[in-house]
């Protein structure tokens, strides 16, 4: 009698341990299953914006410039490079003032970017010695300024 409450015994005990074991790959299957995964956050893209302004004499094929400068001779042509960072599309102005404020020159230009790109604008230097600003703007909303300086060589 006693063996065979023994025998009893052992085999509910292995029947407990497999129904635990079966319960726990349960818990594992839910977890591991489709609908309890955390759901996949996805960041929104980041808006166009304008990035650095570059001066020169000259640009590349890709519209930047190749040779830096904050310094022009009346007749030179000024190159100035926008950066935008970001995809999106809009209006993207260059205003250029002398020091008393007069707008010299205006330039607009629709840019839809799929990133990263720089958008090139320029001028013919002033007769006129002095400071000159540019005012870059995206969809009318001022965004950078840059001074630049024409003086006689």
Not at 40 to 45: H, K, N, R
Not at 98 to 105: I, L, M
Not at 133 to 146: G, I, P, R, S
Request: aromatic share 4%.
């Amino acid at each position: 009698m006693l063996s065979i409450r023994a025998t009893t015994f052992t085999v509910a005990g292995v029947v407990s341990l497999l129904a635990l074991g079966a319960c726990k790959k349960a818990d594992n299957a839910a977890v591991d299953s489709p609908a309890a995964a955390t759901p996949v956050t996805t960041e929104a893209p980041k808006p166009l914006e304008v990035g650095d302004i570059d001066m020169g004499r000259h640009i590349g094929p890709d519209q930047k410039i190749t040779d830096k400068t904050d310094d022009f001779a009346p007749g030179d042509t000024i190159y100035a490079a926008v950066d935008t960072k970001n995809a999106g599309s809009g209006k993207l102005t260059a205003r250029w003032n002398a020091e008393d404020g007069k707008v010299v020159k205006t330039d607009s230009m629709m840019v839809s970017p799929t990133g990263d790109a720089t958008t090139a604008f320029s001028m013919v230097a002033p007769a006129k010695v002095g400071k000159y600003t540019v005012h870059v703007m995206l969809n009318d909303v001022e965004a950078k300024t840059k001074d630049i300086t024409v003086k006689k060589k």
